[in-house]
């Protein structure tokens, strides 16, 4: 027992002496995990937030036109681009647009067709594999549900706070950081020090910084026309990244709006109750001494 | 329990019924005419918070598992299509997912109000060791129900603690391969754990039962620690605390609400959205948080013990964390019950709360530098806790007068 | 005398309860083993016991992930250096004792070959990585050197060697 005990005091002596050389180590690694992300306003933050039809319909086009080439959204149907609380297409856009399109259906003459609205949208590659061997060893991420599969980290005791505020659009910050988080002139190069392995670029918001998607907006990319209010915006990357970022968002979360509405309602009646509740206990109550 | 009864079948149909099987006797005797100390503050409101979690988790999961898919290949995305396409399937979802911390939420109040009113001591032993039975049940159901959704964390999370079983010597491999059905967690587990996950809620709930059988044995225990003398000590149960636990279960609906509809998924881990892939391991796996406190405790043990090798030493301790709450009725042998009349009691209360507190936020730190310091450190206390004090103050600590009953007691707090 | 008899019959009695009771037990563990032994891994499972897996096309310094029985596997194609390095050594310096040479096939000192799972609690390690050039735990810091061997950290033991044989130049048969 005596042993035990010095043993556990030695052990503890040695453990503070680490603690000294790990408190060193945990700043490196705050280092590691790349610099602090910057909050965005969303609309569709806070409890009453909801998606901007026209940036939905932006980051679309974005997704479509940039994006799509190497990552899929395989949960993501045709359909639910018209769907309430979404981009707002019209059904017969969905239509059109999906028809563009060739599936794969066994049922099919020849096992290919003209994609329909209940379609999911097409992967650009086979497999893994192949999207690996076309992409430098890295495998594309799916953007289904990606916006959710990201967040940020955020230290005491800022993390308490966002569950008053509800602040749940970490990985909205992420991918827009992430996609201007390239060093602008020399995007494969890295600052002095770090070694960037062949075929990676450097990226300040990526875990490990090596990234091996090479920046892919750069300003006037894609041509915006104006939404249907006759907004225009600019064709930047900080306009691009942040309206693909919105639209990520809705693909993890396509039920956000209606989720936050009922919500409300939810917890004014819940006060509500409660508020009736309580009289009625205190009236019940009143003759006993307790 | 007849002498309580008052009930005399009002027609001839109750009356028939009342002679075959007396439900309606044995519901007017127990949830309503039950005699129940007049004090009880709102701590004792988490019981039938708590009663209110389980119906919640029970009703939402089977609805969950008629849209759910317990096979690696379907299980994550059948998840995302109960959020996607069920109708209704997001919120359904989120109060399962959002209604487990919930759970552990009140359990951990109501056990953290067992401790503090002394609610564990005779003869109240047997409703205490059913509580921790409960209790660890729960959580090995919310363990198996995290596995489902088939993401990194349940996957990574999964494979951790079914590793811990190997740290037991000789048959410890071979107990983690019955466990998995496997060598690693994969298809087998799933489906086992989908299957566990659906019955152990419903022992839960005859634990639940039994756990309130025992209670109405020696009637609730209540904030002065002083037994039930006479009938004006006591209210009805019904309307009394029927209605004050309504309004508190109304109370608590708010918080949760908010996370369901507001944050549902704050309380989770973002890399859970990611498909389980058993071959990258996320950069930091943490347990879900109300599993934290003891995580820590296993990982704090991490040097050797004569000839007990770290690993099997953390099992032990954390077994050895729930031992501690089995045993209590028989560490704490001081008359008085309530903490309130134990001046020396409160402070190494209030300080194990906040050990306990501290033990949850280590568990989500990485486990270097001056965590791990803490990690010992807090660990050590819980179980001196149990161990040292406990059994000491009983010994050397002088309590305040007792209030003679509970009428004297509420009579005294209206007339200050 | 008569208590005599009560005596022997109450011991005829006694043994067979105990007979009784006996072979009652046995047949119920007879019936409750097959309910238990069925979550042990079933056939398909024990089924992958055995794979091959052609080595040859793994260039130097690199390492692959194979899966053997669902368990990742890692197969390294080390470099002279780091050969040089694990056998440098002195096997006082490690918490888990094993030369280099326990750990390879003679004559393919080369390949490494080893299942990927932490000893500690069942990670994947990083490769190339943590403070002895080897494999890095990030779940709670466990280091492994060159041979797979723990250095530093809670894990308790090296990184195990599957059973394996050479059947032919370049082609391993695990399991
Ligand atoms: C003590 C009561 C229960 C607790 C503490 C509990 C806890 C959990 C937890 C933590 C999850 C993971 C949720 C997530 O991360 O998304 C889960 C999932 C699930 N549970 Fe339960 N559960 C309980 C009762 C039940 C019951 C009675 C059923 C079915 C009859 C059920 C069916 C399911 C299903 C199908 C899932 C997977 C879907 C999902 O992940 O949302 N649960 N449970
Ligand atoms: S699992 Fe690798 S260090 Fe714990």
Redesign the pocket.
């Known amino acids: 027992m005596i042993g035990a005990i010095d043993m556990f005091k030695t052990k503890f002596i040695i453990a503070a002496v680490a603690a000294m050389v790990g408190l060193t180590s945990v700043s490196a690694q705050a280092a590691e995990a790349g610099a602090p992300i910057e909050r965005q306003n969303w609309s569709f933050a806070g409890i009453f937030g909801t998606y901007d039809e026209n940036q939905l319909q932006r980051g679309f086009q974005v997704f479509r036109e940039v994006c799509a080439s190497c990552h899929g959204a395989s949960l993501i149907a045709f359909r639910n681009l018209s769907e309430p609380g979404g981009p707002g297409f019209s059904e017969e856009q969905v239509k059109a647009l999906a028809a563009e399109y060739e599936v794969e259906d066994p049922t099919a003459e020849g096992g290919r067709r003209p994609g329909i609205p209940a379609d999911r949208w097409p992967s650009p590659f086979a497999n893994d594999q192949e999207a690996r061997d076309a992409n430098g060893g890295s495998l594309p991420p799916d953007f289904s549900v990606l916006a959710k599969a990201r967040g940020v980290t955020d230290p005491f005791p800022t993390w308490v706070f966002n569950y008053f505020t509800g602040y749940q659009e970490g990985g909205a910050d992420y991918i827009h950081a992430l996609l201007n988080g390239y060093h602008d002139e020399v995007p494969e190069t890295a600052p002095e020090g770090f070694e960037l392995a062949e075929g990676k670029y450097y990226n300040d918001y990526f875990p490990g910084h090596a990234i091996g998607m090479a920046p892919p907006l750069s300003d006037g990319l894609v041509t915006y026309e104006p939404g249907e209010d006759g907004v225009t915006v600019p064709e930047t990357v900080e306009q691009y990244s942040t309206d693909v970022a919105a639209f990520m968002m809705w693909m993890a979360e396509p039920h956000l709006v209606s989720r936050k509405q009922t919500g409300f309602v939810v917890l004014l009646f819940l006060v509500l109750f409660a508020g009736l509740m309580y009289a009625t206990k205190r009236k019940l109550w009143a003759g006993i001494e307790h | 329990m007849s002498e309580h009864s008052t009930y005399t079948p009002g027609n001839s149909v109750e009356k028939w019924l009342d002679d075959r099987l007396p439900v309606v006797r044995f519901a007017k005797e127990h949830l309503m005419d039950f005699p129940t100390p007049k004090n009880l503050n709102y701590w004792w409101t988490f019981g039938a918070i708590l009663v209110m979690c ?1 119906g919640i ?2 009703v939402t ?2 609805i ?2 008629m849209h ?1 898919t317990p096979n690696v290949a379907m299980a994550f995305d059948s ?1 995302e299509h ?1 959020r996607r396409d069920v109708n209704g399937g997001r919120i359904i ?1 989120a109060v ?2 959002v209604g ?1 911390s919930m ?1 552990f939420v009140a359990l951990y109040i109501h056990m953290f109000r067992g401790l503090y009113y002394g609610s564990y001591k005779a003869p109240r032993e047997i409703i205490w060791i059913l509580g921790v039975l409960i209790f660890i049940l ?1 959580v090995a ?2 363990f198996m ?2 596995i ?2 088939w993401g990194q964390m349940s996957f990574w999370g999964a494979t951790v603690i079914s590793n811990i079983f190997s740290a037991i010597p000789v048959v410890g491999e071979n107990i983690k391969q019955l466990v998995l059905g496997g060598f690693a967690v994969g298809n087998p587990t799933l489906n086992r754990f989908f299957s566990l ?2 019955l152990l ?1 419903f022992v ?1 709930a005859a634990i639940v039962g039994l756990h309130i059988w025992a209670l109405h044995v020696p009637g609730n225990n209540n904030p002065i620690g002083v037994e039930v003398k006479e009938s004006r000590d006591t209210v009805a149960f019904h309307p009394y605390y029927t209605m004050k636990d309504l309004f508190a279960m109304v109370v608590f609906m708010i918080p949760f609400a908010w996370f369901v509809f507001f944050a549902p998924d704050i309380l ?1 881990h973002p890399d ?1 959205y990611i498909m389980a892939n058993s071959q990258v391991t996320p950069a930091h796996i943490v347990p ?1 948080w109300y599993l934290l406190p003891f995580y820590t405790i296993l990982r704090a043990i991490d040097f050797n013990v004569l000839f007990i090798d770290s690993k099997l030493g953390g099992v032990i301790a954390m077994g050895g964390a729930l031992v501690m709450l089995l045993i209590l009725p028989w560490l704490d042998t001081s008359k008085v019950r309530s903490g309130t009349f134990r001046p020396m009691f409160k402070w190494f209360y209030w300080l194990f709360a906040i050990n306990f507190v501290a033990l949850t936020y280590l568990g989500a730190q990485p486990a270097e530098g001056i965590y791990t310091v803490l990690a010992k450190v807090c660990t050590a206390y819980y179980f001196i806790y149990f161990l040292v004090v406990l059994p000491v103050l009983s010994r050397i600590e002088t309590p305040k007068p007792l209030p003679t009953s509970i009428s004297e007691s509420v009579l005294g707090k209206a007339h200050a | 005398m008569a208590t005599q008899a009560e005596h022997s019959s109450t011991n005829r009695r006694d043994f067979l309860y105990v007979a009784t009771g006996a072979v009652g037990a046995v047949g119920a563990a007879a019936v409750v083993w097959p309910l238990i032994n069925q979550l042990n891994p079933d056939a398909s499972t024990l089924a992958l016991a055995s794979i091959e897996f052609d080595v040859g096309a793994i260039p130097e310094g690199q390492s692959v992930t194979i899966t053997w029985r669902g368990l990742p596997v890692f197969v390294r194609h080390r470099t002279a250096a780091e050969i040089e390095e694990a056998r440098a050594v002195p096997l006082a310096d490690l918490k888990d004792p094993q030369t280099d040479e326990e750990r390879v096939k003679e004559g393919h000192e080369q390949w490494l070959v080893m299942i990927a799972n932490c000893t500690h609690l069942g990670c994947i390690p990083v490769g190339e990585s943590g403070d002895f050039d080897g494999w890095f735990c990030p779940c709670h810091g466990s280091h492994y050197d060159s041979a797979g061997r723990i250095r530093r950290g809670p894990a308790p033991a090296n990184l195990v060697v599957p059973p394996y044989e050479f059947v032919s130049d370049t082609l391993i048969q695990i399991g």
């Open positions: 389980l988790q029970i999961g089977i969950l598992a759910y998840v109960i979802q399962h997912a487990a759970f729960t159901t919310a129900g995290y489902l959704p996950h659906y809620p839960i989770g859970n879900e």
